[in-house]
């Protein structure tokens, strides 16, 4: 169960979730789609391309070139919680793991066709079938529950049908789960009316991912609740919780030191199962980048500071906004230049 | 014997002591009532065949009563059918408006009750986790009642242990959690406390834990004893260091 905290804006969010989404087309898995918000069709219509070989190839190649430049500038660079002697900007793109996307494009229909696709759009399901009875829970949840679990058994995904030799999997995506479009109102109030729905949504529905072949992304919008505590207990009744910090709109949007990223993707955890250790992997300060193309996930680093003629004035401007930045970024401003104080 | 352990994490995952109790305790040959709440049957089971103890022959010779939360709340929440089923479900308080514990109780205290067969030695009730409970609707005073209880039974009338595990933050806004974590330390006769490290993420230092064994609660007029190890988890072992010897630094 990986859960996303969108950004402000829900744009880099969406995309991530279209990302999912986009994946289990072109690996042949059966998909499920609900929101509350954008009906299914058109969330699906808008699924990105899937990049061919050669051009991800091309892509490659530019990859490795900006690689080979960093590492001559960039041996020593301090920021924010630890000295790193070498490093790495995105993952190696040798390993084939999963797709690449081309997003100035849409996933053309006839690569669409043979998948099969289940959708929950919540204003159609409430004009279908006005009443239903749900217990003790948000009744919009209580549907998506009822509608999930129906998908499951009737297309043998938790193997209650031993005929079906070909086993494939649901990825199961949700569109801003906790929103006030779910009828749940813990995003405008300090004390809803129902605490636990959106908890108790979530154990079942990990009791009905773990039953069966099938993996989910969830968004919430999680900078929209007030209650802390309940973020807190979604937190860890997830397996993956992935955070999506944009800086649209924020003071961090003009600062220089962000100047090539969109945003921050802070992984908050990871999931432990079936071992007693799970794997931690070595970047922990990650930023994303809508590029042209691509949407990249790369470690946070600083871009070198190549000029050697850098005025006093403006290092202490550098210095000063650093500090304006939340929790422990001062180390910034010593980085760069790091003979300099 | 008749002892309340408590298993505190903070920022870190302290499932491995969990782990590490269960197979303890089926290796000792006690009888075990797992109320396992935050994962599947599979995943504890892979993990203790990793630790050299089956769950499935523990539980096909009745030594180990498996609770799986998971898995009890979809039947509870699906099956419709089964209303007047012969066995109320253990988890009923999910759906009903009563927010007491007491069916759960009643599972717990049937499981570990000596039949005249059983040639087990102390019972032992083990939950994973107990946080999950408040985030499923039960109040703060429920779950405590709960713990009572089964101390009464469990503790004092069976001569058993009890291990739970409980997650807490120091900064944390959940009150209700905070208030139940705070009332068991009171209780508890030997707290294992699992910190990730103030500094921050290390390789090799997975995390610090803070054992205090409640020797004041005993009136002889001592202090708690409180010792402070770090260790690092394995695949199949956890490895204990004092503090700033972890062998990255030596």
Known sequence: LVFTEEDKYGVYSSLLFKYFL?????????????????HPDSILKELPAPLLDEQRNELGEEATAVKSEDFQDSMKIAWRYQNLPKMEASPTTSTKFGHYYDLSKTMSPELFQPIKWHSFYLPEELSLQPTVKTRSMNSAYGRLLLSIQRIISQEGFDGSDPQKKQKNILRIGIQSLG???????????DTPEDIHSLTKFLYVLRGLLRKSLSACVITIPAHLIENKAIMERVTNLSDTVVGLESFIGSERETNPLYKDYHGLVHVRQIPQLNSLICDVSDMKDLAFRLKRKLFTIERLHLPPDLSDTVSRTSKQELAGSAKLLSSGCGAMAIGKKHLDF | QGKFTLLRDTRTDGSFLVHHFLSFYLRAGCKVCFVALLQSFSHYNIIAQKLGVSLTAAKERGQLVFLEGLKSCLDLWFGEQEE?????SPLQFISKSTSDLKALFDFVQVSLTPASSDSW?????LVDDLSVLLSLGATPVAVLDFIHYCRVVVCSQLKGNIVVLVHSNEDSEDEENELVVNSLCHHSDLILWVEGLATGFCKDIHGQIKITRRVSLELTGEQDVVQIYQYKIQDKNVTFFARGLSAAVL
């Open chain 2, 84 to 88: 007047q089923s012969v066995q109320p």
């Open chain 1, 22 to 38: 986009a994946e289990g087309v072109v690996c042949g898995h059966d998909l499920f789609v609900a929101s509350a918000k954008e």
């Open chain 2, 121 to 125: 030695k102390g019972p032992v009730l």
């Open chain 1, 179 to 189: 929103s006030l479009l779910w009828g749940d109102d813990i995003c405008c109030s």
